[in-house]
T-cell receptor, first 114, second 113 residues
Framework: AQSVTQLDSHVSVSEGTPVLLRCNYSSSYSPSLFWYVQHPNKGLQLLLKYTSAATLVKGINGFEAEFKKSETSFHLTKPSAHMSDAAEYFCVVIKTGGGNKLTFGTGTQLKVEL | DVKVTQSSRYLVKRTGEKVFLECVQDMDHENMFWYRQDPGLGLRLIYFSYDVKMKEKGDIPEGYSVSREKKERFSLILESASTNQTSMYLC????????????FGSGTRLTVV
């Protein structure tokens, strides 16, 4: 069965410093992975997706993620945090089978301080 | 753009009431999903439907049922609401053509008192 684990429930960074949000996956074969973001009182927005093409995936708002099979990881990074990045981030895997359902991690709350 | 509309943004219901949460999508998507979102738990799948009148249980179906009489509409039903069903409920849809094309509604925050 496919699953994801987000290693940090809260991450705090200063504005202008790098962001690293960690996600490990479990899958018996090459998974399809996503990162979603949810700003306060807003809906879910897709940041980026990995679909077994390039291992380094670029998303919106300067975020990127690297698929590392040897480490079973799909960490989300951004070189320089902005105040507007403060939000909750979800690592997600497609659970293949009927309906191709999304399985979510438990979320990482990103706080950006001045 | 695909639009997924959830009829209520906020709902307050009493324990024991029958509650209907409605979700409508406008892009002829075959698949529709209901999730609940709780702090520290992420989103968990309650039920999904891959066609009209077809439904399958997700990871946490207990206390819920669903109805899909028309392709565009997917209803989540709480037969007898309880306080532990206080949560944010999110609906999503996806067509069969775009494997990765999930679209989420903005959510319904349900409080059961």
């Amino acid at each position: 069965a496919q699953s994801v684990t987000q290693l940090d429930s809260h991450v705090s960074v200063s504005e202008g410093t790098p962001v690293l949000l960690r996600c490990n996956y479990s899958s018996s074969y090459s998974p399809s992975l996503f990162w979603y973001v949810q700003h306060p009182n807003k809906g879910l927005q897709l940041l980026l997706k990995y679909t077994s093409a390039a291992t380094l995936v670029k998303g919106i708002n300067g975020f990127e993620a690297e698929f590392k099979k040897s480490e079973t990881s799909f960490h989300l990074t951004k070189p320089s945090a902005h105040m507007s990045d403060a939000a909750e981030y979800f690592c997600v895997v497609i659970k293949t089978g009927g309906g191709n359902k999304l399985t979510f991690g438990t979320g990482t709350q990103l706080k950006v301080e001045l | 753009d695909v639009k997924v509309t959830q009829s209520s943004r906020y709902l307050v219901k009493r324990t024991g009431e029958k509650v209907f949460l409605e979700c409508v999508q406008d892009m002829d998507h075959e698949n529709m999903f209901w999730y609940r979102q709780d702090p520290g738990l992420g989103l968990r799948l309650i039920y999904f439907s891959y066609d009209v009148k077809m439904k399958e249980k997700g990871d946490i179906p207990e206390g819920y049922s669903v109805s899909r009489e028309k392709k565009e509409r997917f209803s989540l039903i709480l037969e007898s609401a309880s306080t532990n069903q206080t949560s944010m409920y999110l609906c999503a849809s996806k067509g069969n053509v775009d494997y990765y094309g999930y679209t989420f509604g903005s959510g319904t925050r349900l409080t059961v008192v």
